[in-house]
């Protein structure tokens, strides 16, 4: 069964800094991987995904990510972080197979104004 | 376009209470989907409908949870009776396409529905 991985519980960055939020996954098959956003009260919202073509994807509001099969890694990025950006934000992976849609566990990211 | 509809945004019951929820999604989408949201995880899916029909119920309790999508548009999910650990946010979602090629279609969530058993 596919998973995903994102080790860490809460990013912190200052406003106008750069974000970085990880994942790592695992499917047995091709991947195809998506970024959601949770902003308190609200359902999830989609970001961007990676389904085949170029290793870097650009989603809405500015973020990135960065697509690494070697390293079955998925980082969502963004270049200059904004305080409204401060949310949670989900990583999942769905097997072509399968097509169940796994979900990590989040990361809280703050942005310190 | 109007988004994914809920219903009650919040609700409090007993244990060994019964309650359902509510979900209206994008109009013609053919797949829906419930996910429970425990506080600190992510969405874990539930029950997945192509139009009408079931295509993946595997990680529902059937012992105390149903749901159904009669008419192929909009759905209920039940639970009977209610658990202190069923206490979560559930979340209907929605995507435009039938399984087999939905896999690669982002998937369009509703506001959820926090529920709270006591």
């Known amino acids: 069964a596919q998973s995903v991985a994102q080790p860490e519980d809460q990013v912190n960055v200052a406003e106008g800094n750069p974000l970085t939020v990880k994942c790592t996954y695992s499917v047995s098959g091709n991947p195809y991987l998506f970024w959601y956003v949770q902003y308190p009260n609200r359902g999830l919202q989609f970001l961007l995904k990676y389904i085949t073509g170029d290793n870097l994807v650009k989603g809405s509001y500015g973020f990135e990510a960065e697509f690494n099969k070697s390293q079955t890694s998925f980082h969502l990025k963004k270049p200059s972080a904004l305080f409204s950006d401060s949310a949670l934000y989900f990583c999942a992976v769905r097997d072509y197979g399968n097509n169940r849609l796994a979900f990590g566990k989040g990361n809280q990211v703050v942005v310190i104004p | 376009e109007a988004g994914v509809a809920q219903s009650p945004r919040y609700k409090i019951i007993e244990k060994r209470q019964s309650v359902a929820f509510w979900c209206n999604p994008i109009s013609g989408h053919a797949t829906l989907y419930w996910y429970q949201q425990i506080l600190g995880q992510g969405p874990k899916l539930l029950i997945q409908?192509?139009?009408?029909?079931?295509?993946?119920d595997s990680q529902l309790p059937k012992d105390r949870f149903s749901a159904e999508r009669l008419k192929g548009v909009d759905s209920t999910l039940k639970i009977q009776p209610a658990k202190l650990e069923d206490s979560a946010v559930y979340l209907c979602?929605?995507?435009?396409?039938?399984?087999?090629?939905?896999?690669?279609?982002?998937?369009?969530f509703g506001p959820g529905t926090r529920l709270t058993v006591t």
């Open positions: 979602a929605s995507s435009p396409v039938g399984f087999g090629t939905s896999a690669s279609y982002e998937q369009y």
């Open positions: 409908f192509q139009n009408n029909g079931v295509v993946d």
